[in-house]
């Protein structure tokens, strides 16, 4: 589906980054991984099935070395056709006691780089007049949450960025849309998952009974990044088992 085509999946490392990376090379793509962490485990799965995988090692809150980030990455294959925006972090504090470090912290790396790298990667696509950029949003996009003031205004932030550039960049080629997982079962739920009366009930709340595996983001990543999703356009994809619903 995706030989010939390379693909920058953000966050790699671990996690949702990880299994995107390796949905998008089990379906033909080149894949960059770009993260502040290691990537051994991701090569790893990727090669064992006969992808191809380079590790970028790159602190993405440092947004002032995203332009020259960009050309690296574009230089890795000689271009990027898919960006998947998948690194991000979740700062927990009661609104009233947030501090602007944490709030700054959070909204550096979950929008402002993911806006940098998309405006870079977006720039790139334009001129070859094809492209597919994949945020990974959150159902917080939706929401308020609960504790996470500052996530909650990233992702909607994200949402929003999702939406304008896929009103510029349409007539293009370039197709801009987000995931918005619900409850997963990563690094980032650690403390809530720790917190047993919190977690049951929001896993009764879930119609599929349980929250997600980062697997679940495999199927929707592959989707979007596709022909077959051309005409998907400024969407947020929803794969919370329901959770919205109930």
């Known amino acids: 589906m995706f030989e010939g085509k390379t693909a920058v ?24 991984g770009v993260d502040i962490g290691d990537m051994t485990k991701t090569a790893k799965i990727i090669e064992k099935d006969g992808g191809s995988f380079t590790p970028v090692s790159a602190d993405l809150s440092k947004t002032d070395e995203i332009p020259e980030l960009a050309k690296k990455l574009e230089a890795v294959y000689g271009k990027v056709d898919i960006l998947v ?20 912290f959070v ?20 001129t070859r007049r094809w492209g597919r950029i994949i945020n990974v949003c959150s159902i917080q996009s939706m ?53 047993k009366e919190k977690a049951e009930a929001i896993t009764a709340r879930i119609p599929a009974g349980r929250w997600g595996q980062p697997s679940d983001l495999m199927g929707p990543v592959v989707f979007l990044a596709s022909d077959e999703a051309a005409y998907v356009n400024g969407h947020l994809l929803v794969v919370d088992g329901g959770y919205m619903n109930a």
């Open 85 to 104: 925006n998948n690194a991000g972090v979740i700062y927990r504090s009661p609104a009233e006691e947030y501090p602007e470090d944490g709030f700054d």
């Open 143 to 195: 929401q308020g949450g609960n504790g996470v003031s500052a996530y909650a205004a990233s992702k909607h932030a994200v949402a929003g960025i999702t939406r304008a550039f896929a009103n510029e960049w349409g007539k293009y080629g370039i197709t801009v849309n987000g995931i918005a997982p619900g409850y997963m079962v990563t690094d980032n739920t650690d403390k809530l998952r720790a917190q």
């Open 107 to 126: 909204m550096n790396l979950n929008v402002k780089a993911l806006f940098l790298l998309s405006r870079e990667i977006g720039g790139y696509m334009k």
């Open 9 to 32: 999946v953000t966050g790699a490392g671990k996690g949702l980054g990880q299994a995107m990376s390796a949905a998008l090379a089990r379906a033909g793509a080149d894949i960059i």
